[in-house]
């Protein structure tokens, strides 16, 4: 990106979870000349971002919040869709227009911006709180390069950044990597519990499942060889591993629940969109 687009000011229309990751984010990265949040009930952690002047705090969108080279949706969907005035007043800028709301399409955005609005639809995932996320981006039919560099500058602050061709994938997108870290959590609560059901104590059990999961993550991002090869390391024959294995990759296990779950997850992307 050239420096003028990584010297332009930004604005936030909410500023839930996700929307503090990108702030701190962007602060991080210092790349930004002002930092505009709209959010008309703030943490006290942005509150006091406002204090230090790290960021322009608003409690609603007015008119007088001064242009900006892009404008990142970070609402619910069912929040984005009854913001109809809004979105109209936001399609009169002259901004990229970002939205990370999951199942809300870039017709559906563009139907209540405006035609010749400029969208990037994204999916971020929670990891980026801490700089480890993915955003997966897909742009809408005509934008410019220059707008999409501006886009991939505004999520990288959350981790890396993939950009999808087929919009009709952002559900299955959304099912896998944005809705994936609960999974992750679920799998530490259950790892816990049969730690539990094994007779080690509550502490133990948690700082096991924890740090294991964990570990492995660690692992799985700094060697590159796939999934299925770092398995087979751990995986001695006869051993203890390959007994949980057997349960775990049996007919109908592990593999056979997470394609339901992410089948769920996708029909309901789907229905968000509707």
């Known amino acids: 990106m050239t420096d003028k687009q990584t010297n332009e000011a930004v604005l936030l229309i909410g500023a839930g979870r996700m929307g503090g990751a990108l702030i701190k984010g962007w602060i991080g990265?210092?790349?930004?000349?002002?930092?505009?949040?709209?959010?008309?009930?703030?943490?006290?952690?942005?509150?006091?971002?406002?204090?230090d002047k790290a960021i322009h705090l608003h409690g609603a969108f007015?008119?007088?919040i001064p242009d900006v080279a892009?404008?990142?949706?970070?609402?619910?969907?069912?929040?984005?869709?009854?913001?109809?005035g809004l979105l109209a007043a936001l399609g009169k800028r002259d901004a990229l227009v970002l939205s990370i709301a999951a199942g809300v399409t870039t017709a559906a955005l563009a139907a209540g911006l405006g035609s010749k609005a400029r969208l990037v639809r994204a999916m971020p995932n929670t990891p980026g709180?801490?700089?480890?996320?993915?955003?997966?981006?897909y742009a809408?039919?005509?934008?410019?390069?220059?707008?999409r560099?501006?886009?991939?500058?505004?999520?990288?602050?959350?981790?890396?950044?993939?950009?999808?061709?087929?919009?009709?994938?952002?559900?299955?997108?959304?099912?896998v990597s944005g809705s994936g870290p609960a999974y992750i959590f679920l799998l530490v609560e259950a790892l816990a519990a049969a730690a539990r059901a094994q007779g080690l104590d509550e502490a133990t059990a948690e700082k096991l499942a924890r740090a294991t999961v964990a570990g492995a993550g660690a692992?799985?991002?700094?060697?590159?060889?796939?999934?299925?090869?770092?398995?087979?390391?751990?995986?001695?024959?006869g051993g203890t591993t390959e007994a949980a294995l057997n349960v775990l990759m049996a007919p109908g296990g592990l593999e056979a629940l997470m394609k339901r779950a992410i089948d769920a997850a996708t029909k309901r992307g789907k229905e968000l969109g509707k």
Request: glycine share 4%; hydrophobic share 50%; charged share 20%.
């Open 29 to 51: 990265t210092g790349k930004f000349s002002a930092i505009h949040v709209v959010e008309p009930s703030p943490a006290p952690e942005i509150q006091l971002l406002a204090r």
């Open 62 to 64: 007015a008119s007088d």
């Open 70 to 84: 892009a404008i990142v949706l970070a609402l619910k969907p069912q929040v984005l869709k009854a913001e109809s």
């Open 129 to 137: 709180a801490i700089g480890k996320g993915i955003t997966v981006l």
């Open 140 to 147: 809408a039919a005509g934008l410019a390069a220059a707008d």
């Open 149 to 175: 560099a501006r886009a991939e500058n505004l999520m990288a602050a959350l981790g890396q950044t993939l950009w999808l061709t087929d919009e009709k994938l952002m559900d299955a997108v959304t099912a």
């Open 219 to 237: 692992l799985l991002d700094a060697d590159s060889r796939a999934a299925s090869l770092l398995r087979k390391d751990v995986t001695s024959p």
